[in-house]
């Protein structure tokens, strides 16, 4: 279950709280005139030891040919 600090409480013990929340992975209420306004929660990380897609094909390529000469088709765009 969450924690409940009033805002007051939260402003001055921020770090710490930041702190609590990072070490046992619970959740902080933070509320205003005894209503919840937000709530801080730790972050779960769930790229962790998934690696990045950027660069995963990296020379995996093959060229098969040239693909800047032309085909010799006539295309109608070559037409006037």
Do not use: R
């Not at 921020?14 to 046992?24: G, I, R, S």
């Not at 093959?62 to 765009?77: H, L, M, N, P």
């Amino acid at each position: 279950m969450a924690e409940k600090y009033p805002a007051g409480q939260f402003k001055a013990q921020c770090l710490m709280l930041m702190d609590k929340v990072k070490k046992y992975g619970q959740s902080v209420t933070i509320t205003k005139h005894g209503k919840p306004v937000a709530k801080l929660v730790p972050v779960v990380d769930d790229a962790e030891g998934v690696e990045s897609p950027f660069g995963s094909m990296s020379g995996t390529g093959e060229i098969k040919g040239d693909i800047v000469k032309s085909t010799g088709e006539k295309w109608s765009a070559d037409e006037k």
